[in-house]
């Protein structure tokens, strides 16, 4: 089992920036890639980043230039610079690690509880 814990969020006016960290534990050897997931109100969960073991990462193109996703791996983890935030990010948002078999299918998804980010004046 993997478990992730965030933090961070926050309340932030349009513009602003906010820093949010993901720390893994338990089995966290095995997982391939680690991402950050957001859900607005009445909204499906979408994908805003993710970084791989090995450090490639992935972009929604609604942040890119904006946000950057980091690992440290003497910490076990993950964070999520967002910056020139704006009013309809306002969402929660969730860290999720995976596990993949011997040819890239994706297994094993693991979930934290989320952190609220209010992008408000």
């Known amino acids: 089992q993997v478990q992730l814990v965030e933090s961070g969020g926050g309340l932030v006016q349009p513009g602003g920036s906010l820093r949010l960290s993901c720390a893994a534990s338990?089995?966290?050897?095995?997982?391939?890639?680690m991402g950050w997931y957001r859900q607005a109100p009445g909204k499906q969960r979408e994908l805003v980043a993710a970084?791989?073991?090995?450090?490639?990462?992935n972009y929604a193109d609604a942040v890119k230039g904006r946000f950057t996703i980091s690992r440290d791996n003497a910490e076990n983890t993950v964070y999520l610079q967002m910056n020139s935030l704006k009013a309809e990010e306002t969402a929660v948002y969730y860290c999720n690690a995976d596990k993949r078999d011997s040819v890239g299918v994706r297994l094993d998804d693991y979930w934290g509880q989320g952190t609220q980010v209010t992008v408000s004046s």
């Open positions: 338990g089995s966290i050897f095995s997982i391939y890639a």
């Open positions: 970084i791989t073991s090995g450090g490639s990462t």
